[in-house]
């Protein structure tokens, strides 16, 4: 294959490795500014393939992704093919159903199809007469000196080629990364959480969805949770997010229905007891990997993006859409830097990799949130009070869901700002429950009960309200 860094008089050639959901749209982001791209990934071409492996059915799509799309004009045809959900769906072990919702009326995040929008965006990127997809094409080294890449082809043969600058968007478990961990003052943290994921399918009932499809369903039962988000073919996915441990204490079919029994009893008929007994063996339970590292560059040669800079558990909904904002943030800062690639670089590490930071740490946090919290009366009571807040003053109190999901505040941000109104309500909430008891003693100390009108001994009286103030 022809070098094409060395092609004379032609536009800068940019490789982005791998082609998944960052891949294709970086690819539409680079071609966009009229660059030569090659997009190098190693699976076959999942348009044409008949199995595609991979990860979860359908995820949560939302501002930040939606921005990066409208970007390259891909939000109308993505969004088109989505299905909103307005509301989280709380199903309690009783089988009672309680809506949560993520905003204000008119917000959602839209659930859509991984690997139907992963093949818009290789069409979209496609459509460039500028770009070139390479499949079947596996990274297996790269030069930070010469920017030279070697590739395996599915024959075992090798294929070299040079970049002027290399894009990593190869996943959790990037090829490019490899490079920079030989690499002196590259930072890089990795933790796997004890949680497994599995999904199971719930077909539709009479050509119907099974449960409310505008809501993205959840089963939080602390310690593990199940989740179901809404298909277009009328199908739940539900994911099942379980310590490895108890999934391995699971090993027959009746075993299986005990645990739904126990647990989620309102799901067992709209999942089938067949399906249930026999596709929770189908596969066994995935991993879930947090990575963090930094700078996310070397020189002015290659960049790293989407997982391979930053894989986050999937608990806050926004692991690709901060892997689509990294595609937008790069671009604004070409921008601002005039596409010099040795300036660029750093300012995208300088900008990008707090914000990051910040969204891997979130979604750990979400992890417990979402199992755990949503059953808590105080969270509950919290999430109202912040909501009422924010309806009174929109521009000043803003909860940090809405942050996070519905605008493009940076990540790291939206925790400081999460950090100070918190402490601000729950200051402002100390001083009401003070006022409020000052006032209702001082009310009783005016106004003493006649201890011989009253029904019940002065006594339990007394006990009662003590009850009361000390809970
Ligand atoms: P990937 O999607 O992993 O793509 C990497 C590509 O690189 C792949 O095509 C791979 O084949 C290719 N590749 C790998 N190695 C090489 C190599 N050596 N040479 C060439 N090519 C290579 N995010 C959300 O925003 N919302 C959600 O609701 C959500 N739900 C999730 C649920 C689950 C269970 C999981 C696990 C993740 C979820 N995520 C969600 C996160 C989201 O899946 C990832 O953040 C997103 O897929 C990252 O895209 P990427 O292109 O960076 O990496």
Redesign the pocket.
């Known amino acids: 294959m022809e070098k094409s860094a060395d092609r004379p008089n032609k536009k800068k050639v940019v490789a982005v490795?791998?082609?998944?959901?960052?891949?294709a749209l970086n690819a539409c982001f680079f071609a966009k500014r009229g660059f030569d791209v090659e997009v190098?990934?190693?699976?076959d071409d999942i348009r044409t393939a008949k199995v595609v492996k991979?990860?979860?059915i359908n995820?949560?799509?939302?501002h930040r992704?939606r921005q990066s799309l409208k970007s390259v004009g891909m939000e109308d045809k993505i969004v088109s093919n989505g299905i909103p959900m307005n509301a989280r769906m709380i199903h309690s072990p009783n089988g009672k159903q309680s809506p949560i919702p993520y905003g204000k009326k008119g917000q959602y995040i839209l659930s859509v199809d991984?690997a139907n929008l992963n093949k818009e965006l290789l069409t979209a990127a496609e459509t460039y007469p500028n770009t070139k997809l390479n499949f079947d094409?596996?990274?297996?080294d790269w030069s930070p000196e010469t920017g030279l890449m070697t590739?395996v082809r599915p024959d075992g043969s090798l294929e070299e080629i040079k970049a002027d600058l290399i894009v990593g968007?190869?996943?959790?478990?990037?090829?490019i990364r490899k490079q920079f961990l030989r690499r002196s003052r590259f930072n890089y943290s990795q933790t796997y959480i004890p949680h497994g994921?599995m999904e199971l399918t719930m077909p539709p009932i009479n050509g119907e969805f099974a449960m409310k499809p505008n809501y993205l369903h959840i089963w939080p039962r602390n310690t593990f949770m199940m989740i179901a988000l809404p298909n277009l073919d009328k199908t739940f996915t539900c994911?099942l997010f379980m310590p490895f441990e108890e999934f391995e204490k699971i090993t027959t079919g009746d075993e299986v229905m005990e645990f739904f029994q126990k647990y989620f009893p309102d799901a067992i008929p709209l999942i089938g007891v067949d399906a249930l007994k026999r596709d929770y063996f189908r596969l066994p339970a995935?991993a879930?990997v947090s990575v963090k590292c930094s700078p996310y560059h070397i020189g002015d040669k290659c960049v790293l993006?989407?997982?391979?800079a930053h894989?986050?558990v999937?608990f806050y909904?926004?692991?690709?859409?901060?892997?689509f904002e990294d595609c937008i943030v790069f671009d604004e800062i070409m921008d601002q830097l005039n596409e010099d690639f040795s300036a660029v670089l750093p300012e995208y590490t300088r900008v990008r990799v707090p914000d990051d930071h910040a969204i891997a740490d979130l979604a750990m946090y979400n992890y417990i949130e979402m199992r755990a919290h949503v059953n808590s009366k105080w969270f509950l009571f919290r999430k109202n009070v912040d909501d009422i807040l924010h309806f009174l003053m929109p521009g000043t109190i803003i909860p940090l869901y809405t942050m996070v999901t519905f605008t493009r505040t940076r990540y790291h941000q939206a925790v400081e700002l999460w950090h100070w109104q918190d402490r601000v309500i729950n200051r402002g909430l100390l001083f009401c429950a003070t006022g409020a008891l000052l006032g209702g003693s001082y009310l009783l100390v005016k106004n003493p009960p006649d201890i011989n009108k009253l029904s019940i001994p002065a006594e339990k009286l007394w006990n009662r309200l003590l009850a009361v103030w000390t809970t």
């Not at 094409?137 to 297996?140: A, E, P, S, V």
């Not at 968007?169 to 090829?175: K, N, P, Q, T, Y």
């Not at 993006?305 to 391979?308: C, H, N, S, Y």
């Open positions: 490795v791998g082609g998944g959901l960052v891949g190098f990934e190693t699976r991979g990860r979860s995820l949560a799509l939302s992704g991984r094409h596996k990274l297996q590739f968007c190869d996943g959790a478990f990037s090829a994921y994911t995935q879930m993006m989407g997982d391979a894989a986050v999937p909904g926004q692991g690709m859409n901060a892997g």
